[in-house]
């Protein structure tokens, strides 16, 4: 963890060493012609101007992560680093850039080990687990976002959303015994461990090469086929039923899926999928703005979202209310 942070900067601070990213670069002069160099710098919490003379910034580049040197100082009536130096950060935390979830990761993740445990078939229980017991994959399934932007685009954000999708789908599947309880837990646990690869979570949430080219959809549904291929326990027909809960979980072709849900499982998976995102989705636009009841939606929702007397909720209890109201409605 940073020493600093941009939101715990005031005036007189002295900073050494403090890793923070360059945002934006730019380089003018004075009407002497000296030369002076000014960058927005950025963490997690915001960003800051940053301000050194005699300096054109040839070595500096936007996206990367320096330890800056120097002290905060009140310019123009605003507060900004006067600049000492910068060194490129030979290693940084990116919970220091990118906001994190506000669960921890490990609970989660032995929680839904526990879930994994309950799973009858042999041969589904241990094809799961071989991703969980996989600690490159669960270092990288433990930091990554969900999203870049619309729902859980946060360091933690992917086992927050496969928790909560898994949750919810078990709620239904109670509801319904006569759904495959193995395969929900399997589909909802698996559906999105494409996103892996398919992000990048340095200093921002960016698609990698191999996510734009071919989609989490698709690397997810490849990398459970190619690992099913050493259970020999697994049944082919669930294998197949397990494959199309990933491919389908988008629900519709203009979202992305390219198939639609075809067996109850995967409409549940689906349809948890979808109310743990906007759930969230929801969540955040709200949380935004504490003190307003009507608060304006992203473009996509277009739409207006009321407050009312939500106020401080855990995104876990937001959750829990909509299935409570779905239930109620049944």
Known sequence: MKKYYISQLKEGTNLERVPFVVLK??????????????????????????????????DISIGVVYEVSGRVVIYNNNTEIALDSLTPASQFDPRDF?????????????????????IEDQGIKDLVMLFLKD??????????PAGKMIHHAYIGGLIEH?????????????????????LIIAGSILHDIGKVDELT?????????????????????????????SISSLSPSYLQQLLHIILSHHGDY????????????????????????????????????PEERWVKGDNLLG????????????????IMSEIERLEEEE
């Open 162 to 182: 496969t928790w909560e999708v898994c949750k919810i789908a078990l709620t239904a599947g109670e509801m319904y015994p006569e759904m495959n309880r193995d």
């Open 201 to 229: 979570y340095s200093t921002q949430i960016e698609y990698s090469t191999k996510g734009r080219l071919l989609g989490h959809i698709f690397i997810g549904a490849m990398a459970v086929r190619e690992r099913a291929r």
């Open 303 to 318: 739409r207006q979202l009321y407050k009312g007397k939500i106020k401080n909720l855990t995104v876990e209890e937001i």
């Open 135 to 144: 600690e490159r994959f669960i270092r990288n399934f433990l930091l990554a």
């Open 98 to 118: 990118i906001p994190q979830s506000p669960r921890n990761s490990l609970v989660l993740l032995e929680d839904l080990k526990g879930i994994v445990e309950t």
């Open 25 to 58: 670069k730019s380089v003018g002069s004075n009407r002497n012609g000296r030369s002076s160099l000014t960058l927005t710098l950025g963490d997690r919490t915001g960003s800051i101007l940053a301000r050194r003379w005699d300096d054109e910034g040839k």
């Open 254 to 289: 203009s979202t992305g899926s390219p198939i639609l849900p075809m067996t109850l499982e995967a409409e549940t998976v689906h349809r948890a999928d979808y109310l743990s995102a906007q759930v969230n989705r929801f969540y955040n636009i709200l949380k935004d703005k």
